[in-house]
């Protein structure tokens, strides 16, 4: 495990360069000390976007293949900037900053995730009986109302129940809906602040969703924890209940379910549901738990059994084939209005 605890002190809030699926301008960040973005990762596309084939890798700075999944920290480091200590740095703001990777952008329908059960993990979009999956637009939302991911280097447990909502886990890395202002882009890697977190019980499963904000956004220096997000941002909250309690529905499925009546619980709560994902993710990693399908394929942390080569991992990612084309438009978008009567 001691190759483990150098990853999770490392971190300078990295951010990819937009991927040209997103068909959005890179985000710039602005400012020095902690709060600077460096653009230390970038993605490659392979495949047609809005095809079942297309996948987006991600690079390291030095050009390497690497997993969004596994190798990316969790964490922040509070007092290093690019190895260099800074004397902005504070602890306290740092213990709610985490890395996030975008999945999904604001008012898009495209449900891209990350691939799990995949080697390196990239970005696809998800498929439901072969055919490419979209989430509807319940009225009065458009698509998803937050730029949409996940922490990396967490997991949660199908085969670990847990004591707040007594459910397992739903076998995936834990959701992040990042509240900030900017409209961000698929394959992105921000900096956010924890806030507070949601228990969404899917089909008997724990999906906790985090509530945060981009380090980088405008109004950031507001948001401390989940009743700020009611202080500065009245009905969002609500609207985020009600588009994961209906989402599905459409589908014909039923609402969704919440543990602990639907309540957000606060910052301090969130950050031990993250301590604990982190755990799994760690028992994940050194093969000390039942992993099934989830694919564990790394090429930062050396002591794990499934770590590779980075000849490895380019192999991995020319088995991918063909470029995508930059003139290809994001079709079957899900343009249906839904009504749904309380």
């Known amino acids: 495990?001691?190759?483990?605890?150098?990853?999770?002190?490392?971190?300078?809030?990295?951010?990819?360069?937009?991927?040209?699926?997103?068909?959005?301008?890179?985000?710039?960040?602005?400012?020095?000390?902690?709060?600077?973005?460096?653009?230390?990762?970038?993605?490659?596309?392979?495949?047609?976007?809005?095809?079942?084939?297309?996948?987006?890798?991600?690079?390291?700075?030095?050009?390497?293949?690497?997993?969004?999944?596994?190798?990316?920290?969790?964490?922040?480091?509070?007092?290093?900037?690019?190895?260099?200590?800074?004397?902005?740095?504070?602890?306290?703001?740092?213990?709610?900053?985490?890395?996030?990777?975008?999945?999904?952008?604001?008012?898009?329908?495209?449900?891209?995730?990350?691939?799990?059960?995949?080697?390196?993990?990239?970005?696809?979009?998800?498929?439901?009986?072969?055919?490419?999956?979209?989430?509807?637009?319940?009225?009065?939302?458009?698509?998803?109302?937050?730029?949409?991911?996940?922490?990396?280097?967490?997991?949660?447990?199908?085969?670990?129940?847990?004591?707040?909502?007594?459910?397992?886990?739903?076998?995936?890395?834990?959701?992040?809906?990042?509240i900030g202002s900017k409209v961000l882009s698929c394959g992105e890697v921000i900096r956010v602040k924890i806030l507070g977190i949601l228990a969404l019980i899917d089909q008997g499963e724990t999906d906790w969703k985090i509530i945060a904000i981009n380090v980088n956004d405008p109004e950031a220096s507001k948001f401390h924890d989940i009743d700020d997000v009611k202080k500065y941002k009245p009905g969002y909250l609500e609207a985020t209940l009600n588009w994961l309690r209906f989402y599905k529905v459409p589908e014909g499925k039923p609402e969704n379910q919440f543990a602990f009546n639907g309540e957000f619980r606060n910052k301090a709560f969130a950050l031990e549901v993250i301590k604990s994902t982190h755990e799994c993710w760690k028992a994940l990693l050194m093969k000390k738990c039942d992993g099934g399908a989830i694919n564990c394929t790394n090429v930062q942390i050396c002591d794990s059994p499934f770590h590779c080569t980075q000849e490895e991992a380019r192999s991995i990612v020319e088995l991918v084939s063909s470029s995508p084309n930059k003139e290809s438009n994001e079709e079957d978008t899900e343009q249906v209005w839904h009504f749904l009567g309380k």
């Open 1 to 178: 495990m001691r190759v483990l605890l150098p990853l999770l002190r490392t971190g300078w809030g990295w951010r990819a360069w937009a991927p040209a699926a997103a068909r959005l301008p890179p985000v710039t960040s602005t400012g020095s000390g902690p709060h600077r973005a460096m653009a230390l990762y970038r993605t490659e596309e392979r495949g047609q976007p809005y095809t079942p084939d297309y996948r987006l890798f991600f690079k390291n700075v030095a050009g390497d293949y690497i997993s969004p999944f596994h190798d990316i920290p969790l964490r922040v480091d509070s007092t290093e900037e690019n190895g260099i200590p800074t004397k902005r740095a504070r602890n306290d703001e740092y213990e709610t900053l985490f890395n996030m990777v975008v999945e999904v952008p604001r008012w898009t329908n495209a449900k891209m995730e990350i691939a799990t059960k995949e080697p390196l993990n990239p970005i696809k979009q998800d498929t439901k009986d072969g055919k490419l999956r979209y989430v509807a637009n319940v009225f009065p939302h458009k698509g998803y109302i937050w730029n949409y991911g996940a922490l990396p280097q967490t997991w949660e447990d199908p085969c670990r129940k847990d004591n707040s909502t007594d459910c397992c886990g739903d076998n995936d890395p834990i959701d992040v809906c990042e």
